[in-house]
């Protein structure tokens, strides 16, 4: 079945540093990938996503690009700050007919300043 | 103002209580969907529903059971509750099948 892998965590870095955190799925065809965010105590938040292969998804200064011939998705951003700490998932739409989303196990991203 | 709405926020209960979770949705979609959150993050998919009907039902048991009066709720009641059912629930909702999901803040279950 189709399914998300993503780096484990935590991931630290300091501020203003440089984030990738890698994603690869397995699936038939090639479904929508999307980030989610989750930060303390909140629920998930669609960071953003990308619908179809060599698409780009972009928000607040994240990036990550569809890549067919990788099967992969890596979120990256050139410059976080304190306020990114979060944990993130990479996701896929598992449609036909059950239109599921299929979580990785997420990241914990923590930015000290 | 809230596009997905749960309620309670927090719900901590004694083994072999039963107990509900409601969810709201004022965004007009069609799809509503149920996902576990366990203690180490990883999210799965529960059920969902379109339009009333019940498209998903992911191996739960059957101590669990969606109710949907109407296309913008979609309840979830839990009979008989164990240690193991302690997680965050998150309700979410698409405008069709196949869109984008839109999640509720989550409903943190602690069963005592």
């Known amino acids: 079945g189709n399914s998300v892998t993503q780096m484990e965590g935590p991931v630290t870095l300091s501020e203003e540093a440089f984030l990738t955190i890698n994603c690869t799925y397995t699936a038939t065809g090639y479904p929508s990938l999307f980030w989610y965010v989750q930060y303390p105590g909140e629920g998930l938040q669609l960071l953003l996503k990308?619908?179809?292969?060599?698409d780009k998804g972009s928000n607040k200064g994240f990036e990550a690009t569809y890549r067919k011939e990788t099967t992969s998705f890596h979120l990256e951003k050139g410059s976080v700050q304190v306020s990114d700490s979060a944990v993130y998932f990479c996701?896929?739409?598992?449609?036909?007919?059950?239109?599921?989303?299929?979580f990785g196990t997420g990241t914990l991203l923590a930015v000290q300043p | 103002d809230t596009a997905v709405s749960q309620t309670p926020k927090y719900l901590v209960t004694q083994m072999g209580n039963d107990k509900s979770i409601k969810c709201e949705q004022n965004l007009g979609h069609d799809t509503m969907y149920w996902y576990k959150q366990d203690s180490k993050k990883f999210l799965k998919i529960m059920f969902s529903y379109n339009n009333k009907e019940l498209i998903i039902n992911e191996t739960v048991p059957n101590r669990f059971s969606p109710k949907s009066p109407d296309k913008a709720h979609l309840n979830l009641h839990i009979n008989s509750l164990e240690l193991g059912d302690s997680a965050v629930y998150f309700c979410?909702?698409?405008?069709?099948?196949?869109?984008?999901?839109?999640f509720g803040p989550g409903t943190r279950l602690t069963v005592l």
């Open positions: 979410a909702s698409s405008p069709i099948m196949g869109g984008e999901q839109f």
């Open positions: 990308a619908t179809k292969a060599d």
């Open positions: 996701a896929l739409l598992d449609g036909g007919a059950t239109n599921k989303l299929i």
